[in-house]
């Protein structure tokens, strides 16, 4: 299994990225898919969730409202559109995989001015 992260960056309060997560070595189209993210100083918090068809999607209350998580199955990637951005978004994220358990390295996001 292998989860690959891409997106991030630098962005100013109030701006907008779109993370990605890029699957292989299993079978992607069945397996849930996780967003969770890590800020500095502080433990992992859950972000999004989406159900292996992405009919069935769940949000953090910190993020409800200016996170969308989607995914293509044609091309196994998952994505977390983000807008409104936050300092407090500012944090490693990490795509997951609910079949194996299997994470991603990471991409980090940081939300300054």
């Known amino acids: 299994v292998v989860l690959v992260e891409s997106g991030g960056g630098l962005v100013q309060p109030g701006g907008s990225l779109r993370l990605s997560c890029s699957a292989s070595?299993?079978?992607?189209?069945?397996?849930?898919m996780y967003w969770v993210r890590q800020a500095p100083g502080k433990g992992l918090e859950w972000v999004s969730s989406?159900?292996?068809?992405?009919?069935?999607?769940g949000y953090a209350d910190s993020v409800k409202g200016r996170f969308t998580i989607s995914r293509d199955n044609a091309k196994n990637t998952m994505y977390l559109q983000m807008s409104s951005l936050k300092p407090e978004d500012t944090a490693l994220y990490y795509c997951?995989?609910?079949?194996?358990?299997?994470w991603g390295q990471g991409t980090q996001v940081t939300v300054s001015s």
């Open positions: 997951a995989e609910g079949c194996m358990g299997s």
């Open positions: 070595g299993f079978i992607f189209s069945s397996c849930w």
């Open positions: 989406i159900n292996s068809g992405g009919s069935t999607t």
